[in-house]
C-alpha cells in the first residue's frame, strides 16, 4: 500500500516533523491542526475562535487531499479548557452535519504554541 504526503499553503505548515497529512488505502489521515493562520500566526480569543481557525486548517488540508469535511469519519479534538466542551461543539456543528463522524474529545494539560484546541481527522480519499 503506497502513501503519499498531502501539503497545501492554505493551512499552516508543519511545526514538526510530521505531514500535513498523508493518503493512504483509500483514506485520508490529518495531523493535529491547532489555530495558526496560513502564515503561522496564533489566532488570538477564546475556544471558539481557535476553534474555528483549527477546523478551517482541517478543512483546507482534506480539500488538498481531494476529500472534504462531508468525507470525515473520525475526529479526535483536544482541549485544554474541558469546561469550554460546549463552546467547541457550537463552533464544530457549523462545519459538520449529519451524518456526524464518530468523535473524541479529550482535556489536555497543554498545546503546542500555547493553543487551546487541536482537531485530527480521518477521512475517506476524494471520490
Given at each position: 500500500m503506497g502513501m503519499?504526503?498531502?501539503e497545501t499553503h492554505r493551512a499552516p505548515a508543519a511545526i514538526g516533523p510530521y505531514s500535513q497529512a498523508i493518503k493512504a488505502g483509500g483514506f485520508v489521515f490529518?495531523?493535529?491542526q491547532i489555530p495558526l493562520t496560513p502564515e503561522g500566526v496564533l489566532v488570538e480569543g477564546g475556544v471558539e475562535d481557535q476553534a474555528r481557525?483549527?477546523?478551517?486548517?482541517l478543512k483546507a488540508?482534506?480539500?488538498?487531499?481531494?476529500?472534504g469535511l462531508d468525507r470525515v469519519?473520525?475526529?479526535?479534538?483536544?482541549?485544554?479548557?474541558?469546561?469550554?466542551?460546549q463552546?467547541?461543539?457550537?463552533?464544530?456543528a457549523e462545519f459538520f452535519t449529519e451524518p456526524y463522524p464518530a468523535r473524541a474529545v479529550v482535556g489536555v494539560a497543554e498545546l503546542p504554541k500555547g493553543a487551546k484546541v487541536?482537531?485530527?481527522?480521518?477521512a475517506l480519499?476524494?471520490?
Open positions: 503519499e504526503k498531502v490529518v495531523s493535529g481557525q483549527a477546523l478551517q486548517n488540508v482534506l480539500e488538498a487531499a481531494g476529500s469519519v473520525q475526529v479526535t479534538a483536544y482541549l485544554t479548557d474541558i469546561a469550554a466542551f463552546a467547541f461543539n457550537r463552533v464544530y487541536e482537531v485530527a481527522a480521518v480519499g476524494g471520490a
